[in-house]
């Protein structure tokens, strides 16, 4: 349920409604839009009714929340969230670019592909400490190790970090060394590690799973949000299908479906996505065109000799290529949104 506010309600009206909410055991959320403000209510939607609010001074109407997330729910938060990660913003009025190499290899070689990506135009730079592979066998990251390469990188660079977080058990020892923590797509519904990593105050970027709908995803953004960390990044990077021709399908589908059902800012990945290095850079370009806030993708200075995911890690040359276009086509995306929002 959402308590909507009449234009030039004051502050004291407000808080009065919140109050009483509070002392009947709700939870509340104050969302406080440039037209509106809206004060979301978690809890049994009868109940709310038998409290009379929408008989209080400076209460417009109640309105229902028909969909299972709530904090997540553009009902709830009308305008766009954006999320700060040192001097960047997530979902503001530049493309947000996160790369690097899919695992963290040696310290310099980081350093390298750091300095190489920021002088592209990268804002963040990713890398994996620990790696969730498929076969226990494959290489599984350096551990610690790998986070204080992360680290160093950061300080030469001035770049973000974002890096997979694996169990609840490693929370706190990731975040002491990265700025966003990231949940993979195999981890999208360990519950466990949602209600960990919302006990933070970090910034999260949540991966959608490859066999989950758009609103299992946003479910788990409800998950984090619930804990206390509104600060949700949401990644589309694809979903299994029966083609065969590419890694995943990449479902750029959900990223108008997820801006009109959730105010969180939403970024691709095409590397995960088609899993082969010469369609990334179109995909990332088809990500921006769908009106995406950024793209995450793997890049290596030699993609034949990475660790892993070497067909799908794109060159530096390549980055550099696809940075530029991205940043075209966001600022001529963004011109048409602008012209959408008056008609």
């Given at each position: 349920m959402i308590v909507v506010m009449k234009e030039g309600s004051t502050r004291a009206e407000i808080e009065q409604v919140m109050q009483v909410l509070k002392q009947k055991g709700f939870g509340v959320h104050l969302s406080e839009g440039t037209e509106q403000t809206i004060v979301g209510v978690i809890g049994p939607r009868d109940r709310v009714r038998e409290l009379g609010i929408e008989n209080m001074s400076g209460v417009e109407k109640l309105v229902p929340v028909s969909n299972p997330f709530k904090l997540a729910s553009r009902a709830f938060h009308p305008d766009n969230t954006t999320i700060q990660v040192l001097d960047h913003v997530v979902g503001g009025e530049t493309p947000t670019i996160i790369a690097g190499p899919c695992s963290v290899e040696s310290r310099d070689g980081?350093?390298?592909i750091a300095q190489a990506v920021k002088a592209s135009g990268a804002q963040l730079l990713r890398g994996g400490a620990f790696k969730p592979r498929s076969s226990p066998y494959s290489f599984q990251g350096l551990g610690?190790?790998?986070?204080k390469y992360l680290a160093a990188a950061r300080e030469e660079t001035g770049l973000g970090i974002v890096s997979e977080i694996m169990e609840p058990g490693l929370v706190e020892l990731v975040a002491s060394y990265v700025d966003v923590l990231q949940i993979g797509a195999r981890n999208m519904q360990n519950f466990a590690l949602l209600k960990a990593v919302g006990k933070t105050q970090k910034p999260v970027l949540l991966k959608r799973g490859f066999s989950n709908t758009i609103e299992e995803w946003l479910m788990s953004a409800e998950y984090i949000m619930a804990e206390g960390n509104p600060n949700v990044i949401l990644c589309e990077r694809g979903i299994r299908t029966f083609e065969t021709y590419t890694r995943n399908?990449?479902?750029?589908?959900?990223?108008?479906?997820v801006q009109h059902l959730s105010h969180l800012p939403v970024l691709v990945d095409p590397?995960?996505?088609?899993?082969h290095a010469r369609y990334v850079s179109t995909m990332a370009r088809a990500s921006i065109a769908a009106g995406a806030a950024g793209v995450i993708v793997e890049v290596h200075p030699k993609p034949e000799e990475a660790w892993s995911d070497g067909s799908q890690t794109l060159t530096l040359k390549a980055f550099d290529e696809?940075?530029?276009q991205v940043r075209q086509l966001h600022?001529?995306?963004k011109s048409f949104q602008r012209q959408e929002a008056t008609m």
């Open positions: 980081l350093i390298e610690e190790e790998g986070l399908t990449l479902d750029l589908n959900a990223v108008p479906v590397s995960h996505g088609v899993g696809m940075a530029r600022e001529l995306t």
